[in-house]
């Protein structure tokens, strides 16, 4: 049960950082498309309706195609690393068995705790959801079953139009009726079905200017839109913009077919209000399944707007607007995969953690970048970009090493706790710059060959029995920086990597910038962190000089443009 609990909380999670960006992308293109739609009331129902169309099915065609791009990239990355035939070494450490006295911890963090929670109110409610629409499809069909029906070309009071519209449509159509008042509806793909109220069997003309409006869904295929949308309404039904998009896309749909059915001129626009104002106080049959002739109140006085104002020789612009819902439905799909795509980084910049090694000497032969990796979850996400890194070229890299466990600790001590990836690139700048773009840097050659050209002594060490620590603590540091104008002003927050040596006597040489944000924060903790006061590492008794590095985190408070730096 726990495991199944763990790797459940893993979906969750995978999940969670799946569709979060592509969900935020569509809520805002489609929020922005209805606030423009807001000023455009005078727009033919059927733009109005095939624009919305296009809104709730671009998303879960987005979502669909952002994990399209993800698997292709994944394919692509796996044929890259194939080829580059990187040496990659991975060193674990042994695995011991014992007896611990700690009970187990299902969930380990209280954000474990959140990605299942969220999970699982989010399958409840796709169930539910799922459930009542099931149940009100089953009633329908248990309806269709137990009520009389008749072949809709029986029936000699349709008038020709319908009857012509009826032979053109190539399906079996049924009408029952019910002796209950009902508003007209009809549902069914391959069989469609017709119900109306018995009582309509009083007036011919009303209950042929119904059946009208039925078999006009039927043409254009509404019940299987209505089922697509009431679909994506149960799967995102935590949107309320799907919710929003949903109820408008039904008065649409009714709009558009008043439209095409005043745009015959034998119909009376007169006799076709009054039918609606009728129809309008009787109920709705499971009316989130089925097509119903009039939905709500709401939108009856746009629709007898529009049905006044209509001209009898206006076009349906049936073309241009299938031609507005394929290209919006192509843009949405492309926005959200290549979006999700491009904000892929190798590493989280918040998270990433490393420390470059040069090889001043060149005794050694390579240059090598140290990643420490972070939590479980961190972890995962690092070693996967090891893909990436297979890309590279083999004249660039040399090797890559994976420290895990005690392994990991005994070389570079608490710090790699969680594993470290050693990367190895050859001696030229560009290789060694190459490695470092790849891991999100952005690195400077002239950087790597003032270090390569330095008169500095070149006997460090990266790894000590003891590391270096900072007197006063982060503290120290933290109350020495000031948060750079210029960078107060733009808004730029993030972290400026510095690395450096500590020297026997503790003191900070040759410090570097080895990753900035830039408004003067890279100054001020270069600034900062020279200064600084270390207790000298120590290698088999005595003081030795320690290569260092330390990220210095820039961040403005979110209520006012005030400082809240921190050191890390």
Same mark, same amino acid.
């Given at each position: 049960?726990?495991?199944?609990?763990?790797?459940?909380?893993?979906?969750?999670?995978?999940?969670?950082?799946?569709?979060?960006?592509?969900?935020?992308?569509?809520?805002?293109? %489609?929020?922005?498309?209805?606030?423009?739609?807001?000023?455009?009331?005078?727009?033919?129902?059927?733009?109005?309706?095939?624009?919305?169309?296009?809104?709730? %099915?671009?998303? =879960?065609?987005?979502?669909? $195609?952002?994990?399209?791009?993800?698997?292709?990239?994944?394919?692509? /990355?796996?044929?890259?690393?194939?080829?580059?035939?990187?040496?990659?070494?991975?060193?674990?450490?042994?695995?011991?068995?014992?007896?611990?006295?700690?009970?187990?911890?299902?969930?380990?963090?209280?954000?474990?705790?959140?990605?299942? /929670?969220?999970?699982?109110?989010?399958?409840?409610?796709?169930?539910? !959801? !799922?459930?009542?629409?099931?149940?009100?499809?089953?009633?329908?069909?248990?309806?269709?079953?137990?009520?009389?029906?008749?072949?809709?070309? @029986?029936?000699?009071?349709?008038?020709?139009?319908?009857?012509?519209?009826?032979?053109?449509?190539?399906?079996?159509?049924?009408?029952?009726?019910?002796?209950?008042?009902?508003?007209?509806?009809?549902?069914?793909?391959?069989?469609?079905?017709?119900?109306?109220?018995?009582?309509?069997?009083?007036?011919?003309?009303?209950?042929?200017?119904?059946?009208?409006?039925?078999?006009?869904?039927?043409?254009?295929?509404? #019940?299987?839109?209505?089922?697509?949308?009431?679909?994506?309404?149960?799967?995102?039904?935590?949107? =309320?913009?799907?919710?929003?998009?949903?109820?408008?896309?039904? @008065?649409?749909?009714?709009?558009?077919?008043?439209?095409?059915?005043?745009?015959?001129?034998?119909?009376?626009?007169?006799?076709?209000?009054?039918?609606?104002?009728?129809?309008?106080? !009787?109920?709705?049959?499971?009316?989130?399944?089925?097509?119903?002739?009039?939905?709500?109140?709401?939108?009856?006085?746009?629709?007898?707007?529009?049905?006044?104002?209509?001209?009898?020789?206006?076009?349906? =612009?049936?073309?241009?607007?299938?031609?507005?819902?394929?290209?919006?439905?192509?843009?949405?799909?492309?926005?959200?995969?290549?979006?999700?795509?491009?904000?892929?980084?190798? #590493?989280?910049?918040?998270?990433?953690?490393?420390?470059?090694?040069?090889?001043?000497?060149?005794?050694?032969?390579?240059?090598?970048?140290?990643?420490?990796?972070?939590?479980?979850?961190?972890?995962?996400?690092?070693?996967?970009?090891?893909?990436?890194?297979?890309?590279?070229?083999?004249?660039?890299?040399?090797?890559?090493?994976?420290?895990?466990?005690?392994?990991?600790?005994? %070389?570079?001590? @608490?710090?790699?706790?969680?594993?470290?990836?050693?990367?190895?690139?050859?001696?030229?700048?560009?290789?060694?710059?190459?490695?470092?773009?790849?891991?999100?840097?952005?690195?400077?050659?002239?950087?790597?060959?003032?270090?390569?050209? $330095?008169?500095?002594?070149?006997?460090? #060490?990266?790894?000590?029995?003891?590391? =270096?620590?900072?007197?006063?603590?982060?503290?120290?540091?933290?109350?020495?920086?000031?948060?750079?104008?210029?960078?107060?002003?733009?808004?730029?927050?993030?972290?400026?990597?510095?690395?450096?040596?500590?020297?026997?006597?503790?003191?900070?040489?040759?410090?570097?910038?080895?990753?900035?944000?830039?408004?003067?924060?890279?100054?001020?903790?270069?600034?900062?962190?020279?200064?600084?006061?270390?207790?000298?590492?120590?290698?088999?008794?005595?003081?030795?000089?320690?290569?260092? $590095?330390?990220?210095?985190?820039?961040?403005?408070?979110?209520?006012?443009?005030?400082?809240?730096?921190?050191?890390?």
């Amino acid at each position: 049960m726990e495991l199944w609990l763990q790797q459940f909380t893993e979906i969750s999670r995978a999940f969670f950082y799946f569709a979060w960006l592509p969900l935020v992308i569509w809520t805002l293109l %489609a929020g922005t498309i209805l606030v423009a739609l807001r000023s455009a009331g005078k727009l033919h129902a059927q733009y109005h309706y095939h624009i919305r169309l296009a809104l709730i %099915a671009g998303l =879960p065609l987005g979502l669909l $195609s952002t994990w399209g791009v993800d698997q292709v990239s994944a394919l692509l /990355t796996a044929a890259g690393a194939e080829a580059a035939s990187l040496k990659v070494i991975a060193v674990m450490a042994p695995i011991e068995t014992g007896i611990s006295t700690q009970s187990s911890t299902i969930f380990p963090t209280l954000t474990d705790l959140f990605f299942l /929670t969220t999970a699982v109110i989010l399958l409840l409610g796709i169930v539910w !959801m !799922m459930t009542i629409r099931l149940k009100q499809y089953f009633q329908l069909h248990l309806l269709k079953k137990q009520l009389p029906m008749d072949r809709l070309t @029986d029936y000699s009071f349709l008038s020709k139009a319908n009857q012509d519209l009826t032979g053109q449509m190539r399906r079996e159509i049924r009408i029952g009726f019910l002796k209950q008042d009902i508003i007209p509806v009809t549902f069914g793909v391959k069989d469609p079905v017709i119900l109306v109220p018995e009582s309509l069997k009083q007036t011919p003309e009303k209950l042929d200017l119904a059946i009208r409006h039925e078999l006009t869904h039927i043409q254009n295929r509404d #019940f299987v839109t209505h089922l697509l949308t009431t679909a994506i309404q149960s799967l995102f039904w935590f949107h =309320p913009l799907v919710h929003l998009i949903s109820r408008e896309l039904v @008065d649409y749909r009714e709009m558009r077919c008043d439209s095409i059915i005043i745009g015959d001129s034998n119909i009376s626009k007169k006799q076709y209000a009054s039918l609606l104002f009728e129809l309008l106080p !009787m109920p709705n049959l499971n009316r989130q399944i089925s097509v119903n002739m009039a939905q709500q109140s709401s939108n009856l006085k746009e629709r007898i707007e529009r049905i006044t104002r209509q001209n009898r020789s206006q076009v349906l =612009p049936k073309r241009s607007s299938l031609t507005i819902l394929a290209t919006l439905l192509v843009t949405l799909t492309l926005v959200m995969a290549c979006t999700d795509l491009q904000t892929q980084a190798v #590493f989280d910049e918040e998270e990433l953690d490393l420390m470059t090694d040069i090889d001043r000497s060149g005794e050694r032969g390579y240059h090598q970048v140290i990643i420490y990796l972070g939590d479980e979850g961190q972890s995962d996400r690092h070693e996967n970009a090891i893909n990436q890194l297979n890309q590279l070229k083999p004249e660039h890299i040399k090797e890559i090493e994976i420290l895990k466990g005690s392994a990991a600790t005994e %070389a570079f001590g @608490d710090r790699a706790e969680h594993g470290v990836i050693l990367v190895k690139t050859n001696q030229d700048a560009q290789s060694y710059n190459r490695t470092l773009q790849t891991l999100g840097m952005e690195p400077d050659l002239s950087v790597l060959n003032e270090i390569q050209n $330095s008169d500095a002594p070149d006997d460090f #060490f990266v790894v000590v029995e003891e590391m =270096p620590e900072l007197i006063g603590g982060l503290a120290s540091i933290q109350q020495d920086i000031r948060y750079p104008e210029m960078a107060r002003r733009a808004g730029i927050e993030g972290r400026v990597y510095i690395q450096f040596i500590v020297n026997e006597e503790g003191d900070v040489e040759n410090p570097q910038v080895i990753r900035g944000i830039g408004g003067g924060a890279d100054e001020e903790a270069l600034r900062a962190v020279q200064h600084a006061k270390f207790k000298p590492g120590i290698q088999r008794g005595r003081p030795v000089r320690v290569q260092y $590095s330390l990220p210095v985190v820039f961040r403005l408070q979110q209520n006012e443009n005030s400082e809240d730096e921190t050191s890390e």
